[in-house]
């Protein structure tokens, strides 16, 4: 502990070494007659409308035309530019996000989220119905710390707020097409218009791609190709001065190819083992793959529906009633090749579907001396996650067991010699014996909290913030495993599997009080000190299996944070340091053994208590000014974070967190400079570094990734005042081999498999806006 906080606080000193030069700075201006700095970002995190540096919390805020420069198309792109954010994107149903080193990425119903992914207001934290596209976004808040108060129980870490852009009076339109590599197509606009009391706006975006992973097998396509669609229709009411309504609907589809499993222990015709080889899924054969998925063919078919109704009142003398609507649902479905071969042996498919439905009432007080705000929170999902599984009978015992000496399962060449065993082991009787399971889980789940924030101003100087949210919940689970005995073993083929007999349903209440305590201290009008103390909380976990019923505790997480805020002419940024203590720290790893205490079949996702953990960190951002033409900027983070080191910590003692980097730093500039007859150069190259990760926990350096670094960019010329742009963009220009996730449900079985991340990827775009 000693050592972590000499640490950060050597950190921190290093990181404030250029605080002189901008005080000097602020000496040489009257700042009550110079106004802020045009580009300085509004933010609602606090839900109300503040400059990012009067928040006392640590936030990251990314406007839509800052995404524009630098390239950014999707959430995950963007976690390279914000420190403690990390965002693995496995595919558009499996995304994990991560905030300082703590990963919210499971797929099972049972299970609640640790980080609130929220879009436009509304909490959209079930993993497979999270993913969003962010096209015509306003801006992207990153609110780093728990945030029960403010984004509900979900925020255990942090926040991620998607606002999109919302109508205005007047006409506007854009439309965007761009081509690249690997066919790659985009298409994307909007529309606006309308006057000062109603006005509407829609906007889309069509992204489609080939998979940068080429497949070998002949019933299957190249993997990772992309088919998204993604449309929004906005309507703004405004019948008055006083209140101010808005409509979202949203549609979001993808039918995206398969995600590339590669083996790291079987090789293929083309070569040895390679992760960044060319891939042989085949997956099970396309009529047995219909019978048993709906569909033999490897890939993602995934819906969502959403639409958000909200309200603001102003109601006189200081008072302003919110509220807040939503509702999404969800369906998606994918079928995977989990052994990473050509063998018929790891073939799995995921249904999972779910609605959820969310309403806040909040009601807020603004004076001089005093902000408040108390309201409600009624927040109900109902979700499934089903997972058939299929194999051939004899190729499963070969690979997985070996049963006949000699044969293996793939040979050097990629062919599949474990093929021949059903017809060995039944003397001919058989050559092929089709093998399926089923299993599911169910839930549930039902959140009624209370919640009051106040923030007393005693003098201008000192803001001090107190609040607290209540809640109550009813989680109801459930689980049902279909397990037919095999031809040749008279038994499950995964041994550990059992047969439920129907659905297994439990049901538990739970309740919580969470608080938080803010000071903000200005210095300045441009230099602000913060602190903050809060609690997050992820809900139990009702885990219900064929042979268990018991509930993992709620993991609570202790935030205590700090640091300094500031914004000059030319220079602005922060510098914070956090320290985290964990209860009951939830992990989710995959069954690999048939005698897990669990009682779940071996490649199964759990979540259990791996005792006390401890977090701390430094991050810090920079922007320099030196002209109005360019800026320069850098953001660094550093977390120390892990399991602690104790022997009641079991296996999992000593290990760092899954899917966080020690360092992440990402620095650049922005180049938008006047040409002749209207005409305007912009770039932003930039270059982004990440330490290693481990992909699991237990850590294992098999299933880890070493240090990467991308280099990106975008420049171009826009012409006619700004009415006509032509830009070229590149994502990691040098060609970085780099996984994005290893292990797998095929390291469930002692062959883990690995994910390759975007290769080299490089286009042109036209826009047009009227």
């Known amino acids: 502990m000693t050592r972590r906080i000499f640490k950060a606080a050597s950190l921190l000193l290093a990181s ?33 409308e503040q400059r990012a540096i009067d928040v006392p919390m640590t936030i990251s805020a990314t406007s839509g035309e800052a995404l524009e420069r630098l390239g950014v198309s999707d959430l995950d792109e963007l976690s390279n530019y914000v420190p403690g954010l990390n ?32 879009y436009n207001g509304v909490d959209i934290s079930r993993s497979r119905g999270a993913y969003q596209a962010i096209y015509d976004m306003d801006r992207i808040e990153v609110i780093k710390g728990p945030q029960a108060t403010l984004f509900g129980t979900a925020s255990a870490v942090g926040a991620v707020s998607l606002i999109s852009k919302k109508p205005e009076p007047g006409f506007s339109a854009e439309l965007t097409g761009g081509y690249g590599n690997y066919d790659a197509t985009l298409l994307s606009g909007y529309i606006n218009a309308g006057n000062d009391v109603i006005a509407g706006r829609i906007a889309g975006e069509w992204r489609k791609r080939d998979g940068y992973v080429k497949n070998l097998s002949d019933r299957q396509d190249d993997l990772y190709a992309q088919d998204q669609l993604g449309l929004r229709a906005s309507l703004r009411f405004t019948p008055n001065d006083d209140l101010m309504i808005d409509l979202i609907g949203t549609y979001d589809r993808q039918r995206n190819s398969g995600t590339p499993f590669i083996s790291g222990t079987y090789g293929t015709s083309a070569g040895p083992a390679n992760p960044f080889g060319p891939a042989n899924l085949s997956g099970a054969p396309r009529e047995i793959g219909d019978a048993i998925f709906g569909d033999g063919k490897l890939g993602l078919v995934r819906d969502v529906y ?82 058939p599984f299929s194999s051939e009978e004899g190729t499963f015992l070969q690979c997985a067991a070996g049963v006949i000496a000699g044969l293996g399962c793939i040979a050097e060449d990629g062919s599949v010699a474990a093929a021949q065993a059903t017809g060995l082991l039944t003397e001919g009787a058989a050559s092929v014996i089709p093998y399926t399971s089923t299993f599911g889980n169910y839930g549930k789940n039902t959140t009624y909290s209370v919640f009051a924030d106040a923030t007393w101003i005693p003098v201008p100087e000192l803001e001090l913030t107190a609040g607290v949210r209540a809640l109550w919940e009813d989680r109801e689970s459930g689980y049902f495993a279909d397990v037919p005995d095999t031809v040749l073993t008279g038994g499950p083929l995964i041994p550990s599997q059992v047969d439920t007999d129907g659905t297994i349903w439990a049901d538990d209440s739970f309740d919580a009080i969470l608080p938080r305590f803010n000071a903000l201290y200005r210095i300045s009008r441009r230099v602000n000190l913060y602190a903050t103390i809060s609690k997050g909380r992820r809900s139990p976990t009702l885990s219900v299996s064929a042979t268990d019923i018991k509930v993992i505790p709620q993991e609570t997480v202790w935030n205590y944070e700090g640091g300094i805020k500031f914004a000059g002419d030319m220079v602005s940024g922060s510098v914070g340091v ?18 897990d205490p669990s009682g779940l079949p071996v490649g199964s996702s759990i979540t259990e208590s791996a005792g006390s953990a401890s977090n701390l960190g430094f991050e810090g951002d920079l922007q320099i000014r030196p002209s109005d033409w360019l800026t320069l900027f850098g953001n660094v983070g550093y977390i120390d974070g892990g399991i602690d080191d104790g022997e ?13 980097p020690e360092w992440q730093w990402a620095a ?8 002749s007859g209207g005409a305007r150069f912009f770039a932003t190259p930039s270059v982004t570094y990440r330490s290693k990760i481990y992909f699991e926990v237990p850590n294992s350096e098999v299933v ?36 994005l996730d290893a292990g797998n449900t095929g390291g469930a079985f002692g062959i883990p498999t690995f994910i390759p991340a975007e290769p080299r990827m490089y286009g042109v775009e036209l826009t047009a806006r009227f």
């Open 648 to 660: 009641s910590n079991g296996i999992y003692a000593g290990d760092r967190f899954r899917l966080q």
């Open 306 to 387: 959403d639409i958000n109704l909200s309200a603001d009142w102003e109601l006189g003398g200081g008072w302003t009633l919110s509220l807040v609507n939503g509702y999404r649902e969800f369906d998606a479905d994918e079928v995977f090749d989990a052994d990473g071969t050509a063998a018929w042996f790891l073939e799995f498919a995921e249904e999972a579907s779910g609605w959820q439905a969310s309403q806040e009432t909040r009601l807020a007080y603004s004076g001089d001396t005093l902000r408040a705000s108390f309201g409600f929170n009624y927040f109900h999902e109902d979700s499934h996650q089903i997972v």
């Open 578 to 595: 956090y320290y985290q203590e964990y209860s009951n720290f939830q992990i989710s790893r995959m069954v690999s053994d048939e005698n």
């Open 668 to 675: 650049g500039f922005s180049i938008d400079a006047p040409l």
């Open 704 to 739: 880890s990734q070493g240090p990467v670094t991308l280099v990106n960019a975008k420049a171009g010329v826009s012409f006619a005042d700004d009415q006509y742009k032509i830009a070229v963009f590149g994502r990691n220009i040098t060609d970085e081999d780099y996984l």
């Open 16 to 48: 404030t070494a250029f605080l002189p030069s901008l005080a000097q700075a602020e000496d040489a201006v009257d700042l009550a007659d110079q106004g802020l700095d045009a580009s300085e970002i509004i933010v609602t995190a606090q839900k109300i």
């Open 87 to 118: 965002i693995q994107e496995q595919s558009a149903n499996n995304p994990g996000i991560v905030i300082r080193g703590i990963t919210s990425d499971s797929g099972s119903s049972q299970q609640a989220a640790r980080v609130t992914l929220y």
